[in-house]
């Protein structure tokens, strides 16, 4: 009962204190009739909150999408879009569905858009903790849910990069000619999802569209809206002295958050690449800049027109020297993580010696764990000298430090949030007993009032 008493106090505090993460009206299935009520609903924090009214204080019900208790990261709300041809055969529906009590709830919204939003909006807090959910979603905040470094990429660009690298730089019309809508659709839900679907097989336009459309999403582009105007200023300057304008843009990438930035190399040199094919693709150096400048820049304030058509052209030009120059742009980054020989590595000193290829080379069947451990240690660090990385002796001590690190801090952050319910608990607990004295004094006081008034 405290605990239920506990959450009570806790939702009434993130209604005073808490950003709402998406709002707006809904229809919803409830009652013991199944009938469709219009609902006032938002999501906060990890939960979805509705109301008879926009003015309401109170809730009528409380829908939890994820168990914040649930350490295992088993215990979250499945959300996903519902066809009109199925049950209950509402158009613009969607469900919510899982954890332990296995109740469905339905809900429609006003038009396929707004459905879309919803469900997007409920996925990228049902999800989180999977690594889903990454549609609109902060850059940064994607990778560290992913349980990435700040040195990578997310999943989705990852995957995609990789596809296309592979299968579409001769596609005729690449990022020109969109994809199947509603496989790209289908797509954007499995990786909201946290399904982790395999490309093998796709339409390279399919693929293609999907990324367009991750990167169209990001609340924020990957330039940032705080260094919109340091890149027009860049941008001026490329016309009219080019390598002051060059190191000018530099500056701005060095500033970059770290993921922002890398992510932005990562796409740049891979549509170097693109332009390269340029006489088979049809996708000449200008035509990409046109496609991913606004994933590269753009306003804060997309409503002002004036503003947008007044930054088209440099926002152009920038995208057309990021894209055509990336070895120059990004010189003063540090060079890419040796993932892979990272991961090899790792691998190999857990068991793994058949995915080292230096012992393939080597063809020694007799290597015992010893040596194989050291010779892989060896392996690495010679890649990590080859590109230009850290040094040996913290090749591989140093994103495991980091793992180290960020483990203790998770420990800390779920130590002072044990701490804090306890508080509000004992809070809730003196609060209540404060409440019933006060009552049962006012109750006795009533109970003298009607005597004496009886006997007078």
């Not at 920038?318 to 890419?336: E, H, N, Q, S």
């Amino acid at each position: 009962a405290l605990k239920m008493a506990a959450s009570s106090f806790e939702i009434v505090r993130l209604q005073r204190i808490t950003k709402e993460a998406h709002s707006g009206w809904l229809t919803k299935q409830g009652g013991r009739m199944k009938n469709w009520r219009r609902r006032w609903c938002i999501i906060r924090d990890t939960q979805l909150l509705y109301f008879k009214e926009p003015t309401d204080h109170k809730p009528l019900g409380v829908i939890t999408l994820v168990d914040p208790y649930d350490i295992e990261k088993h215990r979250f709300r499945e959300v996903k879009a519902i066809p009109e041809e199925e049950e209950p055969k509402k158009k613009f529906c969607f469900e919510i569905r899982g954890m332990t009590d296995q109740r469905v709830y339905y809900m429609f919204a006003s038009s396929a858009v707004e459905q879309e939003a919803w469900v997007d909006a409920l996925q990228r807090v049902a999800y989180a903790r999977l690594g889903g959910g990454m549609f609109g979603n902060d850059l940064t905040v994607q990778v560290v849910r992913e349980g990435k470094g700040i040195d990578c990429v997310p999943e989705i660009v990852r995957c995609c990069v990789e596809f296309l690298r592979v299968h579409g730089l001769k596609e005729v019309g690449i990022f020109r000619l969109p994809g199947r809508s509603s496989r790209v659709k289908q797509l954007k839900l499995l990786f909201n999802s946290a399904g982790h679907p395999d490309l093998a097989g796709e339409e390279v336009h399919v693929v293609a569209s999907l990324l367009k459309l991750y990167l169209r999403e990001l609340p924020e582009p990957l330039l940032t809206f705080g260094s919109y105007h340091a890149c027009m200023d860049a941008a001026k300057r490329l016309v009219t002295a080019e390598a002051e304008g060059v190191a000018m843009l530099q500056a701005v990438i060095v500033s970059l958050p770290a993921n922002y930035a890398i992510t932005l190399r990562y796409l740049c040199q891979f549509l170097f690449d693109v332009q390269c094919h340029a006489e088979i693709n049809k996708m000449t150096l200008p035509n990409l800049a046109t496609v991913f400048a606004p994933s590269f820049l753009i306003p804060k304030d997309r409503d002002d027109t004036s503003l947008l058509m007044e930054s088209t052209a440099m926002v152009h030009a920038l995208a057309c020297v990021l894209i055509g120059r990336p070895r120059d742009m990004f010189a003063k980054m540090p060079p890419p993580p040796p993932t892979a020989a990272l991961v090899e590595a790792v691998k190999t000193l857990t068991g793994h010696s058949e995915l080292l290829p230096d012992l393939e080379a080597d063809d020694d069947e007799d290597l015992n764990p010893t040596d194989a451990a050291s010779h892989a240690a060896a392996s690495v660090t010679a890649a990590f000298q080859r590109l230009g990385s850290v040094s040996a002796g913290s090749g591989i001590q140093g994103p495991v430090r980091q793992l180290q690190l960020d483990l203790m801090h998770e420990r800390q952050l779920r130590l002072q949030l044990e701490e804090r319910v306890a508080v509000l608990t004992e809070q809730l607990r003196e609060k209540t007993a404060a409440f019933q004295i006060e009552y049962e004094a006012r109750t006795r006081a009533e109970i003298a009032l009607r005597s004496l008034m009886s006997k007078k």
